[in-house]
Protein backbone atom coordinates (compact mmCIF):
# COMPACT_ATOMS: atom_id res chain seq x y z
CA UNK A 1 0.00 0.00 0.00
CA UNK A 2 1.16 3.43 -0.97
CA UNK A 3 -0.34 5.59 1.78
CA UNK A 4 0.49 4.23 5.34
CA UNK A 5 -0.67 6.53 8.13
CA UNK A 6 2.03 8.22 9.77
CA UNK A 7 -0.26 8.03 13.25
CA UNK A 8 -3.41 5.62 13.97
CA UNK A 9 -5.95 5.89 17.06
CA UNK A 10 -7.42 2.99 18.29
CA UNK A 11 -10.37 2.38 20.53
CA UNK A 12 -10.00 -1.09 21.65
CA UNK A 13 -13.59 -2.11 22.01
CA UNK A 14 -15.56 -5.41 22.04
CA UNK A 15 -13.41 -7.33 24.56
CA UNK A 16 -16.49 -8.51 26.63
CA UNK A 17 -18.83 -9.14 24.22
CA UNK A 18 -15.99 -11.50 22.45
CA UNK A 19 -15.71 -13.20 25.61
CA UNK A 20 -19.40 -13.47 26.37
CA UNK A 21 -20.10 -15.02 22.54
CA UNK A 22 -17.24 -18.08 23.51
CA UNK A 23 -18.40 -18.51 27.12
CA UNK A 24 -15.86 -16.82 28.75
CA UNK A 25 -15.49 -14.17 31.76
CA UNK A 26 -14.94 -10.72 30.83
CA UNK A 27 -11.45 -10.81 32.49
CA UNK A 28 -10.99 -13.68 29.85
CA UNK A 29 -12.15 -10.74 27.00
CA UNK A 30 -9.74 -8.41 28.49
CA UNK A 31 -6.58 -10.49 28.90
CA UNK A 32 -6.99 -11.36 25.24
CA UNK A 33 -7.31 -8.47 24.30
CA UNK A 34 -4.13 -6.81 25.98
CA UNK A 35 -2.51 -10.06 24.23
CA UNK A 36 -3.58 -8.79 20.81
CA UNK A 37 -2.55 -4.94 21.63
CA UNK A 38 1.57 -6.22 21.20
CA UNK A 39 0.49 -8.07 18.02
CA UNK A 40 -1.41 -5.17 16.50
CA UNK A 41 1.57 -2.95 17.32
CA UNK A 42 4.05 -5.39 15.99
CA UNK A 43 2.21 -5.38 12.81
CA UNK A 44 1.99 -1.69 12.53
CA UNK A 45 5.20 -1.32 13.10
CA UNK A 46 6.24 -3.84 10.09
CA UNK A 47 4.37 -1.43 7.76
CA UNK A 48 5.58 1.78 8.33
CA UNK A 49 3.13 3.23 10.83
CA UNK A 50 5.21 5.30 13.33
CA UNK A 51 2.83 5.88 16.31
CA UNK A 52 0.17 3.89 17.24
CA UNK A 53 -2.78 5.69 20.75
CA UNK A 54 -4.67 3.59 22.29
CA UNK A 55 -7.84 3.99 24.63
CA UNK A 56 -6.89 1.50 27.17
CA UNK A 57 -9.03 2.71 29.96
CA UNK A 58 -11.11 6.45 30.48
CA UNK A 59 -12.28 8.43 32.79
CA UNK A 60 -15.96 7.00 32.31
CA UNK A 61 -14.72 3.90 32.89
CA UNK A 62 -14.15 4.45 36.73
CA UNK A 63 -18.24 5.35 37.04
CA UNK A 64 -19.49 2.50 35.06
CA UNK A 65 -17.52 -0.73 35.66
CA UNK A 66 -17.51 -2.18 38.86
CA UNK A 67 -14.30 -2.55 41.02
CA UNK A 68 -13.62 -5.97 40.60
CA UNK A 69 -13.38 -5.42 36.80
CA UNK A 70 -11.12 -2.22 37.40
CA UNK A 71 -9.28 -3.97 39.23
CA UNK A 72 -8.90 -6.89 36.45
CA UNK A 73 -8.71 -4.27 33.85
CA UNK A 74 -5.40 -3.09 36.08
CA UNK A 75 -4.18 -6.16 36.64
CA UNK A 76 -3.98 -7.01 33.56
CA UNK A 77 -1.90 -3.89 32.45
CA UNK A 78 0.64 -4.28 34.79
CA UNK A 79 0.92 -8.38 33.93
CA UNK A 80 1.69 -7.18 30.22
CA UNK A 81 3.84 -4.30 31.43
CA UNK A 82 6.13 -7.24 33.13
CA UNK A 83 6.33 -10.03 30.32
CA UNK A 84 5.98 -7.18 26.99
CA UNK A 85 8.45 -4.68 28.16
CA UNK A 86 11.65 -6.52 27.24
CA UNK A 87 10.38 -7.88 24.19
CA UNK A 88 8.46 -4.41 23.20
CA UNK A 89 11.90 -2.95 24.00
CA UNK A 90 14.16 -5.48 21.45
CA UNK A 91 11.08 -4.28 19.17
CA UNK A 92 12.15 -0.74 19.07
CA UNK A 93 8.97 0.80 20.72
CA UNK A 94 8.48 3.72 22.16
CA UNK A 95 5.98 3.54 25.16
CA UNK A 96 4.67 6.54 26.80
CA UNK A 97 1.10 6.71 29.16
CA UNK A 98 -0.96 9.74 28.91
CA UNK A 99 -4.16 10.87 31.30
CA UNK A 100 -4.33 11.49 34.43
CA UNK A 101 -2.16 8.61 35.72
CA UNK A 102 -2.05 9.77 39.83
CA UNK A 103 -5.69 8.16 40.28
CA UNK A 104 -4.09 5.05 39.19
CA UNK A 105 -2.82 2.12 41.96
CA UNK A 106 0.76 3.52 43.12
CA UNK A 107 2.13 -0.23 42.20
CA UNK A 108 0.83 0.03 38.65
CA UNK A 109 1.99 3.91 38.51
CA UNK A 110 5.52 2.22 39.29
CA UNK A 111 5.43 -0.32 36.41
CA UNK A 112 4.67 2.14 33.87
CA UNK A 113 6.77 4.73 34.96
CA UNK A 114 9.86 1.69 35.00
CA UNK A 115 8.49 0.54 31.61
CA UNK A 116 8.69 3.81 30.17
CA UNK A 117 12.05 4.50 30.98
CA UNK A 118 13.06 1.02 29.85
CA UNK A 119 11.65 2.10 25.98
CA UNK A 120 11.93 5.80 26.46
CA UNK A 121 15.05 5.50 23.65
CA UNK A 122 13.35 3.56 20.87
CA UNK A 123 12.56 5.19 17.62
CA UNK A 124 10.98 2.44 15.64
CA UNK A 125 7.03 3.01 16.50
CA UNK A 126 5.95 4.67 19.65
CA UNK A 127 2.53 3.84 21.27
CA UNK A 128 0.57 6.46 23.38
CA UNK A 129 -1.42 4.05 26.24
CA UNK A 130 -4.72 6.24 27.27
CA UNK A 131 -5.43 5.47 31.04
CA UNK A 132 -7.88 7.37 33.09
CA UNK A 133 -7.62 9.44 30.07
CA UNK A 134 -11.31 11.71 28.30
CA UNK A 135 -11.23 14.09 25.60
CA UNK A 136 -12.53 16.89 27.77
CA UNK A 137 -11.01 16.50 30.69
CA UNK A 138 -7.86 16.58 28.44
CA UNK A 139 -9.22 20.34 27.26
CA UNK A 140 -9.80 21.45 30.95
CA UNK A 141 -6.36 20.16 32.04
CA UNK A 142 -5.06 22.22 29.11
CA UNK A 143 -6.54 25.39 29.92
CA UNK A 144 -6.01 24.99 33.47
CA UNK A 145 -2.38 25.03 32.69
CA UNK A 146 -3.11 28.14 30.53
CA UNK A 147 -4.61 30.07 32.86
CA UNK A 148 -2.08 29.24 36.05
CA UNK A 149 0.54 30.55 33.74
CA UNK A 150 -1.07 34.36 33.16
CA UNK A 151 -1.25 34.07 29.70
CA UNK A 152 -3.95 36.30 28.41
CA UNK A 153 -6.99 35.59 26.29
CA UNK A 154 -5.68 37.15 23.01
CA UNK A 155 -2.51 34.95 23.21
CA UNK A 156 -4.38 31.75 23.19
CA UNK A 157 -4.74 30.21 20.33
CA UNK A 158 -4.49 26.70 18.30
CA UNK A 159 -1.22 26.30 18.44
CA UNK A 160 -0.83 27.43 22.53
CA UNK A 161 -3.55 24.79 23.46
CA UNK A 162 -1.71 21.71 21.49
CA UNK A 163 1.04 23.03 23.13
CA UNK A 164 -0.59 21.58 26.62
CA UNK A 165 -2.73 18.67 25.47
CA UNK A 166 -0.80 15.73 26.56
CA UNK A 167 -0.02 14.74 22.92
CA UNK A 168 2.14 17.89 23.01
CA UNK A 169 4.73 17.78 20.35
CA UNK A 170 2.98 14.56 18.49
CA UNK A 171 0.92 14.65 15.21
CA UNK A 172 -2.80 13.98 15.01
CA UNK A 173 -3.76 10.45 14.32
CA UNK A 174 -4.29 10.31 10.01
CA UNK A 175 -6.54 7.52 10.89
CA UNK A 176 -8.77 6.33 13.77
CA UNK A 177 -10.13 2.50 14.20
CA UNK A 178 -13.03 1.74 16.50
CA UNK A 179 -13.80 -2.24 16.51
CA UNK A 180 -16.55 -3.50 18.24
CA UNK A 181 -19.36 -2.37 16.19
CA UNK A 182 -19.92 1.02 17.97
CA UNK A 183 -19.79 3.98 15.53
CA UNK A 184 -18.83 6.83 18.35
CA UNK A 185 -15.55 8.54 19.22
CA UNK A 186 -16.73 8.25 22.82
CA UNK A 187 -14.29 11.14 24.20
CA UNK A 188 -10.81 9.76 22.57
CA UNK A 189 -9.09 12.14 21.28
CA UNK A 190 -11.98 15.18 20.53
CA UNK A 191 -9.42 17.47 19.37
CA UNK A 192 -7.05 15.53 17.88
CA UNK A 193 -9.47 13.61 15.63
CA UNK A 194 -10.55 16.67 13.71
CA UNK A 195 -9.48 15.94 10.68
CA UNK A 196 -8.97 11.96 11.08
CA UNK A 197 -10.35 9.36 8.77
CA UNK A 198 -12.84 7.51 10.63
CA UNK A 199 -12.82 3.62 10.29
CA UNK A 200 -15.75 1.31 12.20
CA UNK A 201 -15.77 -2.38 12.82
CA UNK A 202 -17.79 -4.85 13.65
CA UNK A 203 -14.77 -7.17 14.62
CA UNK A 204 -14.40 -7.20 18.38
CA UNK A 205 -10.79 -6.33 19.02
CA UNK A 206 -9.25 -9.75 20.16
CA UNK A 207 -10.52 -11.13 16.84
CA UNK A 208 -9.16 -7.64 15.34
CA UNK A 209 -6.09 -9.38 13.52
CA UNK A 210 -3.72 -8.34 10.61
CA UNK A 211 -5.95 -9.10 7.84
CA UNK A 212 -8.15 -7.14 9.95
CA UNK A 213 -5.73 -4.20 10.00
CA UNK A 214 -5.03 -4.36 6.76
CA UNK A 215 -8.36 -3.82 5.84
CA UNK A 216 -8.55 -0.73 7.52
CA UNK A 217 -5.40 0.50 5.78
CA UNK A 218 -6.68 -0.16 2.44
CA UNK A 219 -9.95 1.77 3.19
CA UNK A 220 -7.51 4.40 4.39
CA UNK A 221 -5.70 4.27 1.16
CA UNK A 222 -8.77 4.91 -1.68
CA UNK A 223 -9.79 8.07 0.87
CA UNK A 224 -9.10 11.35 -0.78
CA UNK A 225 -8.03 13.37 2.51
CA UNK A 226 -8.51 16.98 1.71
CA UNK A 227 -8.34 18.40 5.40
CA UNK A 228 -10.59 21.20 4.63
CA UNK A 229 -8.51 23.57 2.85
CA UNK A 230 -8.27 22.19 -0.45
CA UNK A 231 -11.95 21.97 -0.77
CA UNK A 232 -11.91 25.75 -0.12
CA UNK A 233 -9.27 26.22 -2.60
CA UNK A 234 -10.58 24.04 -5.73
CA UNK A 235 -14.00 26.06 -4.83
CA UNK A 236 -12.61 29.41 -5.40
CA UNK A 237 -11.33 28.21 -8.52
CA UNK A 238 -14.22 27.28 -10.08
CA UNK A 239 -15.61 31.07 -9.31
Known amino acids: MSHIPKHIGIIMDGNRRWAKERGLSAGDGHAAGVENLTTILEACAKRGVETVTIYAFSTENFKKRSRKEIATLFGLVGIWLQRKSEEMKERGVCLAF ?81 TGGEMRVSNFLIWQLSYSELYFTDTYWPAFDEAELDKALAEYARRDRRLGGDTIAEAVKTM
Do not use: W
Open 98 to 178: LGDLTKLPERLQHKINHAVDVMKDNERIKCNVLMNYGGRPELVNAFKEIVNKGISADEINEELIEQHLYTRGQSDPDLMIR
